[in-house]
């Protein structure tokens, strides 16, 4: 794996929550706030098929299972996890790239891979997204339809195992319904008061 030492106050950020919470809606709107231009937004490898909308190369890196797991036996994946039946893994070049440059590196990972990286880098800052209600949450994936019955089924049975480790994170916020804008300020309230809490710090991968 990659390794090396981040710029003084660059930050490895955590952003996790079950499927469905609003995870990349919120993202979209932090990359338009003041001082989103400190953040590097990692690209995710995952195994899955893209879905309708999403961009290869930025919304994931699309791979063949052989490809992902090549990239996992070299080393190259800072985490890696299989996540309703598909593999999910962080590249672990773009993290050291970033940090390096004095960038906060902002992971959106499940929370398998969080546990990986807490214990990789104990100085990550994981930032958990829950629902308002596990009904709301449920009702969200639904709604989206972008799932089988099948895989519908199986994230509505990890959704509650997701949710009872909200007290493995720093922070907890609730997306409320609505109110993903007001989410977004948040986590970006909390991403730039820990980098000022912590702003000589060096973060090493």
Not at 46 to 58: V, Y
Not at 66 to 79: C, D, I, N, S, T
């Amino acid at each position: 794996m990659s390794t090396g030492e981040g710029a003084p106050g660059a930050m490895l950020v955590v952003i996790s929550g079950p499927s469905g919470v609003g995870k990349d809606a919120i993202l979209d709107v932090l990359q338009r706030l003041p001082g989103h231009e400190r953040h590097h937004y990692v690209v995710t490898c995952t195994t899955r098929a893209r879905r309708s909308g999403e961009i290869d190369a930025q919304s994931y890196h699309f791979i063949a299972p052989e490809q992902f797991q090549r990239l996992r036996a070299a080393g190259e994946l800072l985490e890696a996890n299989e996540v309703h039946g598909n593999w999910y893994g962080t590249p672990s070049q773009q993290v050291v790239d970033a940090l390096a440059a004095g960038r906060h590196a902002i992971l959106k990972i499940d929370v398998q891979g969080a546990d990986v990286v807490r214990a990789r880098v104990p100085d990550a800052l994981l930032i958990f997204v829950a629902p308002p209600s596990v009904d709301a949450l449920l009702e969200r994936l639904t709604s989206r339809a972008t799932e089988t019955a099948q895989e519908l089924a199986l994230r509505q049975r990890n959704a509650a195992a997701e949710m009872a480790r909200q007290k493995d994170y720093d922070y907890v916020v609730v997306n409320e319904t609505g109110e993903v804008a007001r989410t977004a300020e948040r986590i970006g309230e909390i991403i730039a008061l820990e980098a000022a809490r912590h702003a000589e710090r060096r973060v090493r991968i």
